[in-house]
């Protein structure tokens, strides 16, 4: 089993940053494979970045350039830096490993 906890949402205006962060516990072994998702109201759950085998990453095109995923083993944690947010960066992100989902962080980029 593995539980994932996710924080650092928040409100947010356009243009500004928010640094999520996705604490991993219970079987784990690596953090490889792990993912942010989100999901806006009305919208499909979507893939925004994932780090891999040798922290290679992966990003949705809507978020590259403005979006950082990186990882700290010690600390089994998984973070999403977002920069530059846009209103329609708007959802409940999520992050997910093997399979494993955790509860979600609302992240609003409003005015």
């Known amino acids: 089993q593995v539980q994932l906890v996710e924080s650092g949402g928040g409100l947010v205006q356009p243009g500004g940053s928010l640094r999520l962060s996705c604490a991993a516990s219970?079987?784990?072994?690596?953090?490889?494979?792990m993912g942010w998702f989100r999901q806006a109201p009305g919208k499909q759950r979507e893939l925004v970045a994932m780090?891999?085998?040798?922290?290679?990453?992966n990003y949705a095109d809507s978020v590259k350039g403005r979006f950082t995923i990186s990882s700290d083993n010690a600390k089994n944690t998984v973070y999403l830096q977002m920069n530059s947010l846009k209103p329609e960066d708007t959802a409940v992100y999520y992050c997910?490993?093997?399979?494993?989902w955790g509860r979600g962080t609302q992240v609003t980029v409003s005015s």
């Open positions: 997910n490993l093997r399979g494993f």
């Open positions: 780090i891999s085998i040798g922290s290679s990453t």
């Open positions: 219970g079987i784990i072994f690596s953090l490889n494979g």
